[in-house]
């Protein structure tokens, strides 16, 4: 019965034990029990799908790159793919801040709140500012030259560095098809090898995943009542509206945006790209990570909706390192709103700013939680908004993280199935 249930019910059902959990024994007072016991087996799954990601995209973009059978492709590809990111991501900030300035959620946030939680998070916001501080110097070029790295195995050795390890892999791939030579064959066919046992581990890795994905949400819910209860209902009653501006602009997103771009682009239909997705979608929320995503991404793109790996190993993988609608939405929200706290209006050019910022800021966030709120910082700076106002929304970030995480990883396979699509590289998808 277990076995012939499909993935996406094992990880909801796994979910819902792990909520279930989580307030079971916060509830008897028994945390501990969930943060020794319970919660390792959740880092120990986010550590395989880690662990994964470095061979995946080396492994997976040299055997796409050796089956095109032009390597002018490739440019076209890139192009498109890199276009039809920077779209959508406009559209989804556009979207973000239409629905800010409609729905005002900062003009009825109260004064002496601004107060308090300037107080009580103040001091965790100069942690942030630290880490963007580094991010905004050097020259406007400083992410193509980060995206060159200078030791091949240095690259490899962080998986913060996956657009060093895509440019390797592409410079490796373009090489090996330009030489023919009967040694090369030898390696082309070894890593073509690699990738199928990558392909494999992956499989073996997500049977673990209902088990995961529990142990993160009982996780998730015990550090979350670290405080009482009430305190956290209190918070949430007081950043309601802002979060459900956020959570509406996602939706937006998911539900309007999307599917029209899927309908019109893509040749699947919405119930066929939905139903590949779930399973991404629900790993992804519970990680709050796009880029620990990125093998379950990858493996029902391909499975799922037939997008051939010559496309998946290109487009996924700088997908989860520029594409991040969900992030850059949340960034305009969330800038705007800081500034409805503070009484500040804002100008059409300051708008506009926010346009072009958000879309830069998510195209620098790393896929890993709670990189979207660091990057506000840089919106924040470049309209004049003070930065203390990141305290006003740390408090809800984590679980807003984990939605746009879902958005994030559902844009970068909307694209996939774009692309191709329009290189007529879509076999029929699966059952
Ligand atoms: N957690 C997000 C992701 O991995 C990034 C962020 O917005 O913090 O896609």
């Known amino acids: 019965m277990w076995r012939r249930l499909p993935l996406y019910w094992k990880i909801l059902l796994g979910m819902f034990a792990g909520v279930l959990i989580g307030i079971a024994a916060v509830a008897a007072g028994a945390d501990w029990l969930v943060r020794d016991w319970v919660k390792p087996f959740g880092v120990i799954f986010l550590n395989l799908l880690k662990l994964i990601a470095v061979p995946l995209i080396f492994a997976s973009l040299v055997t796409g790159i050796a089956g095109l059978k032009d390597i002018s492709r490739l440019s076209r590809i ?30 009825s946030f109260p004064a002496e709140k601004r107060v308090e939680f300037l107080a009580r998070y103040g001091g965790d916001v100069e942690g942030q500012q630290v880490t963007a501080a580094g991010l905004l110097e050097g020259s406007p070029l400083q992410f193509l030259v980060e995206a060159i790295p200078e030791n091949a195995v240095a690259a490899a050795s962080e998986n913060r560095n996956m657009l060093q390890v895509i440019f390797f892999a592409m410079l490796f791939g373009v090489a090996m098809v330009a030489v023919r030579h009967p040694h090369v064959e030898v390696v082309s066919g070894f890593i073509s090898g690699v990738n199928e046992i990558v392909l494999k581990m992956i499989e073996f890795i997500m049977r673990f995943a209902p088990v995961g994905v529990l142990a993160l949400m009982a996780g998730l819910i015990v550090d979350f009542s670290g405080d009482s209860l009430a305190d956290s209902l209190h918070l949430f009653t007081t950043l309601g509206l802002y979060a459900l501006v956020v959570i509406g602009g996602l939706l937006a997103v998911a539900l309007l945006l999307y599917p029209l771009f899927i309908r019109v682009f893509s040749g699947v239909s919405f119930r066929q790209f939905y139903r590949a997705l779930f399973p991404v979608q629900l790993v992804a929320f519970s990680t709050s990570s796009s880029a620990a995503t990125l093998p379950v991404t990858m493996e029902q793109v391909e499975k799922e909706l037939g997008v051939s790996n010559e496309i998946t190993s290109f487009v996924l993988p700088v997908g989860v390192t520029i594409n991040m609608d969900g992030t850059s939405l949340y960034q305009a929200v969330a800038a705007v709103f800081i500034a409805q706290v503070f009484g500040i209006e804002l100008t059409l050019a300051q708008q506009l700013t926010i346009i072009v910022t958000a879309t830069l800021a998510s195209i620098g966030t790393a896929g890993v939680p709670g990189a979207g709120i660091v990057m506000l ?23 807003l993280d984990m939605l746009r995480t879902v958005l994030n990883v559902t844009g970068d396979a909307m694209v996939a199935t774009i692309i191709a699509k329009s290189e007529g590289k879509r076999i029929t998808a699966g059952t």
């Not at 498109?80 to 900062?106: E, F, M, S």
């Not at 470049?382 to 929304?393: F, S």
């Open 78 to 107: 890139g192009v498109k793919t890199i276009a039809i990111y920077i779209l959508t991501t406009v559209l989804a900030v556009t979207i973000g801040l239409l629905l800010v300035n409609l729905v005002q959620p900062g003009n």
């Open 377 to 399: 910082i840089i919106v924040l700076n470049a309209v004049g908004l003070p930065v203390e106002g990141l305290a006003l929304i740390l408090a809800v970030d984590r679980p």
